[in-house]
């Protein structure tokens, strides 16, 4: 059974550093890993989808990476800012969607 | 391009009415999710449905709740008698084919009095 694990399940770092939040999965089988972010009493905002073919991608201050051999994929955020608070999920999509346990993030200014 | 679309964004039912929870899915895409969140947890997957069939059930309860998504229209997460503990976030995702990207729609907050 596909298990994903999001580690550290809490972060608090200043505005402007920079970061990496991790997610391991158990079962490399996955057709695609995406990021989300939600923030309070919110839905789920996507921030990056990598295909299994592909080894990273970047959006803005964003960059996700995809290992599938060591099951592993990272969201790196550079120069950290307040609105980026929130709570940032992992999700794998093999014959369903494998959510990760979350990582809550918290930029102090 | 609309994304998700939930409606209502905000229900409050009382314990034993019926709660109607509609979800229209972005543009092009055939194939809807339907998810629970209850306060201070994550997402637990209820149930995936195509157009006129429902793929996988496995996370719906046994009891009062059904789901739907028809030829034409939203489809619709039906909970029957509802209790206090059906109070929850509910949000649903759609994809253009099987799990591939999702997008979310922004949720439906039911409160049950």
């Known amino acids: 059974k596909q298990e994903v694990t999001q580690i550290p399940a809490a972060l608090s770092v200043p505005e402007g550093e920079n970061l990496v939040l991790n997610c391991s999965f158990t079962?490399?089988?996955?057709?695609?890993l995406q990021w989300f972010r939600q923030d309070p009493g919110k839905g789920l905002t996507s921030l990056l989808l990598?295909?299994?073919?592909?080894r990273e991608q970047t959006s803005g201050r964003l960059n996700a990476s995809l290992d599938k051999s060591s099951g592993r994929s990272t969201l790196y955020i550079a120069a950290s800012q307040p609105g980026d608070s929130a709570t940032y999920l992992c999700?794998?999509?093999?014959?369903?969607?494998?959510f990760g346990t979350g990582t809550s993030l918290t930029v102090i200014p | 391009n609309a994304g998700v679309m939930q409606n209502p964004r905000h229900l409050v039912r009382r314990r034993g009415q019926e709660a109607r929870l509609r979800c229209s899915p972005m543009k092009g895409h055939s194939h809807v999710y339907w998810y629970r969140q209850l306060p201070e947890e994550g997402l637990k997957f209820m149930v995936y449905l195509q157009k006129e069939n429902i793929i996988d059930e496995s996370g719906m309860p046994k009891e009062r709740f059904s789901a739907e998504f028809p030829k034409e229209g939203p489809s619709i997460l039906r909970i029957q008698q509802v209790v206090r503990g059906d109070s929850a976030a509910y949000f649903c995702a759609s994809t253009r084919t099987g799990p591939y990207e999702q997008y979310f729609g922004p949720g439906t907050r039911l409160t049950v009095t």
């Open positions: 990598i295909q299994s073919s592909q």
């Open positions: 079962d490399s089988a996955i057709y695609n």
């Open positions: 999700v794998g999509a093999g014959n369903q969607f494998y």
